[in-house]
């Protein structure tokens, strides 16, 4: 196992051999040709006798192949112009389907297309029948899945790397209306995608105790690790958009290793081996559902230094050339942490240079600081993580003693500026009183540069959340605002919106978005506006039939479509959005207003509950069981519907944000760290009700007040009435029908009566109320009557909607990868 064939060089004569074989022609006889080869040889199936799975696994192996030879052409150019690098280290990455990507990149659609069409395949077939590798929670791992996109299409030399997790996000199911979680076997079929390289594997080690010992005249330190696993990597390209450039995603399984197994034959155990092999295995088996909150699970860790362990393993040991003067690294590579999930890293990387390549601490330190750099994703405090001492001491007893030496210098540094401020050395210790070691802080001390995902988000960051480091450290501080990939969810998402764009701006804007400005004159076109709508009305009935098809949902033509898709949090405010409805029910069922006078709506939600959140739960329910109410109560004659598909992901999300007429994103403001979903709809020509919460700030400002519904408290309102004691009852007294509301759902209306099943959803509003849904209701609903109104001018509205469009250009994720790498990465282009 430990005789690698992949570092051997080998001599070749044969010309053929000296570079690597050529991709297949680009033409319909070139591809039909490699898809009959993929799945006559590698299949070993006639195509008469094809199954879906067999020729879509041939169609994947067809596209593989043409990407390829670049493949292995810019990793041989990376190996000889060794160009700094990014490492972006993420536990999580919301891919999506690959095969539409993958083809749109490699500019193979409409060949593709033809030649499959003559084998006798319907492409659209194979492209539903590719199951989505949901490898990640909500935002923070579709935004990795967005930058590894811009990382190729901008060519920087990168690897992605990652947790190839088993089973990924789970799948919702709704049972009598409560979310059911069944698990996502998405590898059942295997995935044609990846490369599986066992003879690349790295040892990941775990537990046991440290010792020192005299190296020739030097004390050291070594960690004896008590049991280890094999960590084995996946290769999948990522091909950058019709730019011949395919760069790598490296995810991490974990396998059991030989001396463990050797280990525990030798004392006889047969099951006792077999047991250590599952165990080894659980590492990567399965996602931890949880979004913005945090599992303090031991697993959780394991994972967390399984990954990033390997990664910094396979970088310093494959992809650094061998005789690399550790000094230099900082030129050579930047490790982004996505979040803290990865921070586990930076003692990972002193104990890498302190204990196996020997530099002494202070050299290290300097290097360690250089080579590191952390996005923080969040504000809410119970979403940073912080790990238990005992913990890590159990789990890693090395890495802990690094951190507390990390931060004993640390809490010089600050004693030295500061003096002896107890208080803040307290509140800046990296290990706090309770024996909690805080990855955020850890990871601001050693990072070189960090940074929020708004501009919002980055100030409070530097104003509350990290306050004190801010002082001490303000250069380290900066923002990088959030972006999505147009090419996923413009191009592919919205073919008939870039169709319409490409023909009125020519080709080009996909990957220099700030050309959507261009669009804005033709927001005063007549003929351009129609245009626009009827491309929205066909998403709209595009949508209808995935919904018909896939939920036995409908949505109606004449139905303004008013969708809210995110995590199911209470930051963000469902319930907000349910007080909505539930009050234009209750004006149609008190009679106080007519049916015929309602604003036809569609209200979409979709949402996954961490399983464990129990109020996100219930929330789920409380959606599911006001939409039974609503959409069969003939007193609103089909003008109010509720649609709540399950098991929203990236999928349906390409199919829904087209079709948006209005994007909600109503979180408290302070609470939403940046957001995306409301990017995409924008770009997509929705128009945003929403607070001054995380991106909307930047969306606002750059669409125009007139293009947007802005309501509720801004994030000092909010804290001042946090300070001034906020009582959400009196809320509730002071606006009738908000009264009415919270008591039609605590009446037992939605629940057959049952008065206990929603209650608590009720009371918490009433007298807790964190994220204070109450203190915004009357400003929000009032908002939505401005949407009313202003949909009923439907050709302005349209307007509106493409000044959206046009004025969102900034929200590529191009734009944040070049603001990282001119704010943080500071690398350069590949050849
Ligand atoms: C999320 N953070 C934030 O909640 C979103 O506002 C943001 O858009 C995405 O990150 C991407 O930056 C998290 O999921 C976490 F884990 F950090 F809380």
């Known amino acids: 196992n430990d005789k690698t064939s992949g570092s051997r060089t080998i001599a070749a004569t044969h010309p053929l051999a000296l570079a690597p074989v050529a991709s297949p022609p680009a033409t319909v006889d070139g591809f039909v040709r490699e898809f009959l080869l993929n799945l006559n040889m590698e299949r070993g199936v006639a195509l008469s006798s094809a199954t879906e799975t067999d020729t879509y696994m041939a169609l994947a192996a067809t596209v593989r192949d043409y990407l390829v030879a670049r493949?292995?052409?810019?990793?041989?150019?990376?190996?000889?112009?060794?160009?700094?690098?990014?490492c972006y280290l993420s536990a999580e990455y919301l891919l999506g389907r690959q095969l539409d990507n993958n083809l749109l990149a490699s500019g193979l659609t409409e060949i593709a297309t033809e030649a499959l069409a003559a084998c006798g395949i319907d492409i659209d077939t194979?492209?539903?029948?590719?199951?989505?590798?949901?490898?990640?929670?909500?935002?923070?791992?579709?935004?990795?899945?967005?930058?590894?996109?811009?990382?190729?299409?901008?060519?920087?030399?990168?690897?992605?790397?990652?947790?190839?997790?088993?089973?990924?996000?789970?799948?919702?199911?709704?049972?009598?209306?409560?979310?059911?979680?069944?698990?996502?076997?998405?590898?059942?079929?295997?995935?044609?995608?990846?490369?599986?390289?066992?003879?690349?594997?790295?040892?990941?080690?775990?537990?046991?105790?440290?010792?020192?010992?005299?190296?020739?005249?030097?004390?050291?330190?070594?960690?004896?690790?008590?049991?280890?696993?094999?960590?084995?990597?996946?290769?999948?390209?990522?091909?950058?958009?019709?730019?011949?450039?395919?760069?790598?995603?490296?995810?991490?399984?974990?396998?059991?290793?030989?001396?463990?197994?050797?280990?525990?034959?030798?004392?006889?155990?047969?099951?006792?081996?077999?047991?250590?092999?599952?165990?080894?295995?659980?590492?990567?088996?399965?996602?931890?559902?949880?979004?913005?909150t945090p599992q303090g699970k031991e697993l959780r860790l394991q994972q967390q230094y399984f990954f990033v362990a390997a990664s910094i393993a396979d970088y310093m040991t494959k992809v650094l050339p061998e005789d690399f003067d550790l000094e230099d690294l900082p030129e050579r590579v930047i490790f982004q942490l996505n979040d803290t999930h990865p921070v586990i890293a930076v003692p990972e990387m002193m104990r890498v240079l302190v204990d196996e390549r020997k530099l002494d601490w202070d050299a290290a330190w300097a290097i360690t600081q250089k080579c590191f750099a952390y996005t923080c994703h969040t504000l809410l405090p119970e979403a940073l993580e912080v790990w238990s001492v005992d913990l890590l001491g159990r789990l890693l007893p090395r890495h802990l003693e690094i951190i507390y030496r990390i931060n004993d210098e640390f809490l010089l540094r600050v004693r030295e500026r500061f003096g002896d401020d107890e208080q803040r050395l307290r509140d800046m210790s990296i290990v706090s009183e309770q024996r909690a070691v805080r990855m955020a802080y850890l990871a601001t001390v050693a990072g070189s540069k960090v940074n929020g995902v708004a501009e919002l988000h980055s100030q409070l960051l530097r104003e509350r959340v990290l306050h004190q480091f801010d002082e001490m450290m303000p250069e380290k501080f900066t923002n990088v605002t959030n972006g999505v990939t147009p090419r996923r969810f413009m191009r592919l998402a919205n073919p008939d919106l870039s169709e319409l764009i490409t023909a009125a701006l020519g080709t080009g804007w996909l990957t220099d978005l700030e050309r959507l400005r261009e669009l804005e004159s033709y927001a005063e076109d007549p003929d351009f506006r129609a245009a626009f709508a009827s491309v929205k009305a066909a998403n709209k009935?595009?949508?209808?039939?995935?919904?018909?098809?896939?939920?036995?949902?409908?949505?109606?033509?004449?139905?303004?479509?008013d969708v809210m898709v995110k995590r199911l949090h209470e930051y963000k405010r469902q319930t907000l959005k349910l007080l909505h409805i539930v009050t234009l029910y209750e004006r149609v069922v008190s009679g106080r207003v007519a049916a015929s006078d309602l604003q036809p709506r569609t209200f979409i939600f979709g949402a996954k509950a961490a399983p464990g959140y129990a109020m996100a739960k219930r929330v789920i329910h409380l959606i599911n069981a006001v939409g039974s109410v609503v959409n069969n109560d003939p007193r609103l004659e089909g003008r109010l519907k509720v649609v709540f598909p399950p098991n929203y992901n990236v999928t349906l999300a390409e199919r829904v944000i087209p079709a948006a007429d209005l994007s909600e994103q109503i979180s408290l403001a302070g609470k939403e760290a940046s957001g995306t979903g409301n990017m995409k709809f924008a770009l997509n020509g929705a128009l945003t009700i929403g607070t001054d919460d995380g991106a909307n700030v930047e969306i606002r400002e750059l669409v125009g007040d007139d293009n947007f519904f802005l309501f509720?408290?801004?994030?000092?309102?909010?804290?001042?009435?946090?300070?001034?004691?906020?009582?959400?009852?009196?809320?509730?007294?002071?606006?009738?029908?908000?009264?009415?509301?919270?008591?039609?759902?605590?009446?037992?209306?939605?629940?057959?009566?049952?008065?206990?099943?929603?209650?608590?959803?009720?009371?918490?509003?009433?007298?807790?109320?964190?994220?204070?849904?109450?203190?915004?209701?009357?400003?929000?609903?009032?908002?939505?009557?401005?949407?009313?109104?202003?949909?009923?001018?439907?050709?302005?509205?349209?307007?509106?909607?493409?000044?959206?469009?046009?004025?969102?250009?900034?929200?590529?994720?191009?734009?944040?990868?070049?603001?990282?790498?001119?704010?943080?990465?500071?690398?350069?282009?590949?050849?």
Request: hydrophobic residues 40%.
């Open 126 to 292: 194979m492209r539903a029948h590719e199951v989505e590798p949901g490898l990640g929670n909500g935002g923070l791992g579709r935004l990795a899945a967005c930058f590894v996109d811009s990382l190729a299409t901008l060519s920087v030399p990168s690897i992605g790397y990652g947790i190839r997790y088993e089973y990924g996000i789970f799948r919702q199911v709704f049972r009598g209306g409560e979310q059911i979680e069944k698990p996502d076997a998405w590898l059942a079929l295997g995935s044609p995608w990846e490369f599986r390289h066992p003879e690349s594997a790295q040892t990941v080690s775990f537990a046991g105790h440290t010792e020192t010992y005299d190296d020739d005249g030097v004390i050291r330190s070594r960690w004896v690790p008590a049991w280890s696993v094999r960590a084995v990597p996946y290769n999948y390209m990522v091909p950058g958009y019709q730019n011949g450039r395919v760069n790598t995603l490296r995810l991490w399984s974990a396998e059991a290793t030989k001396a463990f197994d050797l280990r525990t034959f030798n004392s006889g155990d047969y099951v006792e081996a077999v047991r250590a092999q599952t165990f080894a295995e659980n590492i990567s088996k399965v996602l931890y559902p949880e979004d913005s």
């Open 712 to 831: 509720g408290m801004s994030e000092p309102e909010v804290e001042e009435l946090w300070a001034a004691g906020y009582r959400p009852g009196e809320f509730a007294q002071a606006d009738d029908e908000l009264r009415r509301a919270l008591d039609l759902i605590g009446s037992g209306a939605f629940s057959d009566g049952d008065r206990s099943t929603f209650e608590p959803v009720v009371s918490n509003l009433m007298y807790d109320d964190r994220f204070m849904v109450l203190a915004d209701y009357t400003s929000y609903i009032a908002a939505q009557e401005r949407v009313d109104a202003a949909y009923a001018d439907r050709d302005a509205w349209t307007r509106s909607a493409i000044l959206n469009v046009a004025r969102t250009g900034f929200f590529s994720s191009d734009r944040s990868i070049r603001d990282y790498i001119d704010r943080i990465w500071h690398t350069q282009p590949a050849r």
């Open 541 to 561: 009935r595009r949508l209808n039939d995935v919904l018909m098809k896939r939920d036995g949902f409908e949505i109606a033509d004449d139905h303004l479509l």
């Open 71 to 86: 493949w292995l052409e810019d990793q041989r150019r990376q190996r000889e112009d060794q160009r700094k690098a990014v």
